[in-house]
């Protein structure tokens, strides 16, 4: 609609200009294009004042300003929030979209750190000596729950012996998930149990990864271990596609919904240094801030 009133305007003005300013603006224009009746685009029917410079570059202009508002409407309705069926031709799009104009920033996925851990005593796979570190868990604000973690790339013994400490320490908490990086270990490991009564439906998660997220979301309170006695209304997805590998290195892909698919997020965030209250709005973030706050001053009194 611009585009076309600043030509009906740059059409007055150049009728204006050729001193037409007293007669009707359809007679101007109707003698002007008369006088123009060997210009080189008239064997198309193009009127001489579509052909100006002006309108010339206020057409590429407009072309321009399109393409550039096509990113942020391809990072809303082309992002990771989209439905499952979509996200097959998503690729196809976005590559053909990063030929054209380059890489779209914001990767969701946040930067993996190098492979660190609390404890000073660590093995060659990363994990800490268990027959000296003393495990435990460990509350908000401390600074491994908020650090990415690196990629298990050790599948021996060590790992499984890992892995059991990890799933003995969550059921002896009464969650129903626990992160390695709750435990001051920042390695890509992690535990869920949507029935906590029953060990054996608890399931390891290594180098686990998001392959899809469902368009429909809902809030739900979650718990956390780490932020103990508060209950944080979250949104999530309530159905996602997940690939991880087991202890031996073997990957395997699940479909998780409702509890499990929270629960995945959840442990899953742990492993980007994320937590929960990260994910909720800023008013619902100042009604916590007094728990938070309680937990900073336990953790300062205690280092």
Not at 90 to 104: F, P, S, Y
Not at 106 to 125: E, L, N
Not at 144 to 153: E, G
Not at 219 to 232: G, I, L, N, W, Y
């Amino acid at each position: 609609a611009a585009c076309f009133a600043s030509v009906g305007s740059i059409s007055a003005w150049q009728v204006q200009a050729d001193g037409d300013m007293a007669r009707p603006i359809g007679v101007a224009l109707k003698g002007r294009l008369k006088r123009h009746t060997r210009h080189h685009f008239s064997v198309i029917g193009c009127p001489h004042v579509l052909c100006s410079p002006h309108v010339l570059l206020l057409l590429a202009v407009s072309t321009l300003v399109m393409l550039v508002a096509a990113g942020p409407v391809w990072s809303i309705f082309g992002g990771a929030q989209s439905a499952l069926p979509f996200s097959q031709h998503r690729g196809i799009l976005q590559r053909g979209w990063e030929k054209l104009v380059g890489k779209i920033p914001g990767d969701p996925r946040p930067q993996r750190a190098p492979r660190q851990t609390v404890f000073p005593t660590i093995s060659a796979g990363g994990f800490p000596d268990l027959d000296s570190a003393n495990l435990q868990l460990l509350h908000y604000p401390h600074p491994a729950l908020m650090q990415p973690c690196a990629d298990v790339d050790s599948f021996d013994g060590t790992l499984r012996k890992f892995a059991e400490t990890l799933r003995r320490m969550m059921y002896a908490s009464g969650g129903r998930g626990l992160s390695a990086p709750q435990v001051g270990v920042n390695l890509r490991i992690m535990i869920c149990n949507p029935k906590p009564s029953t060990p054996e439906f608890g399931t390891i998660f290594v180098n686990p990864r998001i392959l899809e997220e469902g368009s429909f979301e809902d809030v739900q309170h979650e718990k956390c271990a780490s932020f103990p006695e508060m209950r944080v209304p979250v949104k999530r997805p309530v159905r996602v596609r997940v690939q991880a590998a087991d202890c031996d290195g073997k990957l395997f892909t699940r479909i998780l919904e409702g509890v499990e698919a929270r629960l995945f997020q959840h442990e899953y965030d742990h492993l980007n240094g994320i937590v929960h209250v990260d994910r909720v709005p800023d008013s619902v973030r100042e009604r916590l801030e007094p728990d938070l706050g309680n937990l900073v001053e336990e953790y300062l009194r205690d280092r």
